[in-house]
T-cell receptor, first 112, second 109 residues
Framework: DTAVSQTPKYLVTQMGNDKSIKCEQN?????MYWYKQDSKKFLKIMFS???????INETVPNRFSPKSPDKAHLNLHINSLELGDSAVYFC???????????FGPGTRLLVL | EDQVTQSPEALRLQEGESSSLNCSYTVSGLRGLFWYRQDPGKGPEFLFTLYSAGEEKEKERLKATLTKKESFLHITAPKPEDSATYLC??????????FGKGTLLTVNP
C-alpha cells in the first residue's frame, strides 16, 4: 500500500554523468513536488507540477529537468552531475484543494 | 524572505520528561503550518496541520498549538520511540512549503 514511492533508493555515480530519479504516487493526487535535503538536513523545494504542468520552478541549475508524463509520475533528470548535487532528493504529492503534502522515502544521491 | 525558525536544534529528554519544541515564522500570508516527523533514512511523515491562531491538534503523546507568530509541539511523557527529527513547515500565499531546519529529539530510556 505504498503511497509515494521513489526509485532508486540509493544512487552513487561519477561527476559528469547524467542520471534520473523516478517518483510515483498512488494517492490520486494531482500535484507533485521535488525537494532537496542537503547535508545539514535542510529541506528546500525545487519544482512542483500540477496535472503535468510546471507551476513552481525555484532557482535550480538548468542541469535539473523535471518531467511529468502523467499525474501520478514525476521524474527528475540531472545532467552533468557535480559534487554539490550530493544530497537526498524527496518527492511529495498533494491533492489540489488540500494543503498537506505527503513525502516519499527519498533517493540518496552521492556524486564522486 | 519568508522564514521558519525552529528551536532548540537538539533536545535530549529522559523517558517521561515532558517538553515543547518551538517553531516561529514570518507572519504575512500564512496558509497553514505543518509538523512532520522524520526518522533517519526516511522521508518526512505528516503529523499535523494547523490553520489559524488558537487551533490545537493532538495525536497520542503529541499536541500541536498555533499562535499568530509561532507554533509549539508539546510532547507529554515521551518514550524512546518518539526520538526523531521534528520538522515544522509553513505554507505561504505563494503555495511554497518552507521548512525549518528541524529539532532533533532524543529520548533516553
Amino acid at each position: 500500500d505504498t503511497a509515494v514511492s521513489q526509485t532508486p533508493k540509493y544512487l552513487v555515480t561519477q561527476m559528469g554523468n547524467d542520471k534520473s530519479i523516478k517518483c510515483e504516487q498512488n494517492l490520486g493526487h494531482d500535484t507533485m513536488y521535488w525537494y532537496k535535503q542537503d547535508s545539514k538536513k535542510f529541506l528546500k523545494i525545487m519544482f512542483s507540477y500540477n496535472n503535468k504542468e510546471l507551476i513552481i520552478n525555484e532557482t535550480v541549475p538548468n542541469r535539473f529537468s523535471p518531467k511529468s508524463p502523467d499525474k501520478a509520475h514525476l521524474n527528475l533528470h540531472i545532467n552533468s552531475l557535480e559534487l554539490g548535487d550530493s544530497a537526498v532528493y524527496f518527492c511529495a504529492s498533494r491533492l489540489v484543494g488540500e494543503e498537506t503534502q505527503y513525502f516519499g522515502p527519498g533517493t540518496r544521491l552521492l556524486v564522486l | 524572505e519568508d522564514q521558519v525558525t525552529q528551536s532548540p536544534e537538539a533536545l535530549r529528554l529522559q523517558e517521561g520528561e515532558s517538553s515543547s519544541l518551538n517553531c516561529s515564522y514570518t507572519v504575512s500570508g500564512l496558509r497553514g503550518l505543518f509538523w512532520y516527523r522524520q526518522d533517519p533514512g526516511k522521508g518526512p511523515e505528516f503529523l499535523f496541520t494547523l490553520y489559524s491562531a488558537g487551533e490545537e491538534k493532538e495525536k497520542e503523546r503529541l499536541k500541536a498549538t498555533l499562535t499568530k507568530k509561532e507554533s509549539f509541539l508539546h510532547i507529554t511523557a515521551p518514550k524512546p520511540e518518539d526520538s526523531a527529527t521534528y520538522l515544522c513547515a509553513v505554507l505561504y500565499s505563494n503555495y511554497k512549503l518552507t521548512f525549518g531546519k528541524g529539532t532533533l529529539l532524543t529520548v533516553n530510556p
